[in-house]
């Protein structure tokens, strides 16, 4: 039982280039995460996943897509990098989204913007 | 919108001490609030989970308090260890479970 993980654990990528962020989770959670980390800024909500087949904004979506390609697996791609966008990204799941739920987060990967 | 706040943003005691890390939320309408550990470089890790209706929750050395009309919640750690240096998040949940977090704090027990 692995948990939640992801891949790439460290990227870097010039200003303008795309990239896709992995996320796999086999506790049969219901609902997955992404998330970034700032420096003193904690973890802000970027996207979630209630369900397979569904996903909603979080509080900084701008410059991100993602796809519930199955219930295990949620991906986060940037299109078209930016300096900004440098940060470490969580993904994280739950078993269930409206209930009062531990979130199990993965290591995370770090991404530079150059 | 929901902000979370914590004080003090770093800490250092010595070995065996007992301390108190603070988080303070600004709506009161909350699901639940959830205090993580976070190791350099790794990610976090649940440490306790306190429902809205209930007040407390302990798990060994640790203890979490929440306050929901005053918006504040106090993570108490006991005899502290030097396996305790880390950085503790507190994140509250609002509707769909989805966390807002804090700051964190940093903590440092010296041997």
């Known amino acids: 039982n692995a948990g939640v993980t992801q891949t790439p654990k460290f990227q870097v990528l010039k200003t303008g280039q795309s990239m896709t962020l992995q996320c796999a989770q086999d506790m049969n959670h219901n609902s997955m995460y992404w998330y970034r980390q700032d420096p003193g800024m904690g973890l802000r909500l970027i996207y979630y996943?209630?369900?397979?087949?569904?996903?909603d904004k979080g509080e900084v979506p701008n410059g991100y897509n993602v796809s519930r390609l199955n219930k295990r697996e949620f991906s986060l791609r940037l299109e078209s990098a930016a300096p900004s966008q440098t940060s470490v990204y969580f993904c994280a799941s739950s078993l269930d989204r409206g209930k009062v739920e531990t979130q199990y987060f993965g290591p995370g990967t770090r991404l530079l913007v150059l | 919108k929901q902000e979370v706040t914590q004080i003090p943003a770093a800490l250092s005691v010595p070995e065996g001490e007992n301390l108190v890390l603070n988080c303070s939320f600004t709506?009161?309408?909350?699901?639940?609030l959830q205090w993580f550990r976070q190791d350099p470089g790794k990610g976090l890790t649940s440490l306790l989970l306190i429902q809205s209706s209930q007040r407390e929750q302990t798990s060994g050395r640790l203890n979490a308090s929440l306050d929901k009309s005053s918006g504040r919640s106090t993570l108490y750690i006991a005899a502290s260890q030097p396996g305790d240096s880390a950085t503790y998040l507190c994140?509250?949940?609002?509707?769909?479970?989805?966390?807002?977090f804090g700051g964190g704090t940093r903590l440092m027990v010296k041997p």
């Open positions: 994140a509250v949940a609002n509707a769909g479970n989805m966390l807002t």
């Open positions: 996943s209630a369900s397979e087949g569904t996903t």
């Open positions: 709506d009161s309408a909350i699901y639940n």
